[in-house]
């Protein structure tokens, strides 16, 4: 129990909660948990979601799984994050992708009856719920934005520029991985490579691992609306 109680101390939907609280809060509620080995189906594409999972240990991935067996990670979840939120009060609450064990993990479930019940409770409960779901809209919304782009180069600028205003420097630090960044744009994660590559052939860039140094700012806005 405690073991459980420290994983949700750093979980988004109980932040700024201490652990007494949350112990207190989750004496009321009924929960699950259940372990799923590496490779593991979580839930399929199209399962009903009834109740927020809430990853206590390992990764799991949100695929896309084609018919001809290609599959995209659309996104990647550990310790401190949740899914299923923006489907469980949905009148349409069936997943849109596959959710599957990267290794051995953990998840607790909470059912969206005991949901409505914390939120009850404790408004601060409410209060981190409704900014997942906020930052959630957030998200989609920039994505939409991007996709408008049509050629790859554009998405690729906007998403540069995009990171610069959100985190007010023009050194980004890149918190996915290129794969995930390339998910959002709806791009292949080699033309994300590639577009970097050519950015800074033409000196708009400089890129490592985890970063990317914008060098002509200008250039690049410039390039945006051209």
Known sequence: MDEMLNKLEGNEFFKNLSFNEIEKLISHISYSLKKYHKGEVIANEEDECSSLGF?????????????????????????GDVFGEALVFSNKSNYPATIIAVNDCKILYISKSDILKLCTIDERVLGNFMATLSNKIFMLNSKIKSIAFKSIKHRVINYILEQATVQKSESIKLKESKEEIASTMGIPRPSLSRELM??????????????????????LEAELFD
Not at 199 to 209: A, G, K, Q, T, V
């Open 198 to 219: 050519n950015l800074r052939d033409l000196n708009y860039i400089e890129f490592s691992r985890n970063t990317i140094n914008i060098l002509d700012i200008e250039g």
């Open 55 to 79: 990853v206590l240990d390992g990764v799991v991935e949100i695929q896309r799984i084609y018919l001809s067996g290609k599959q995209i990670v659309l996104k990647r979840l550990s310790n």
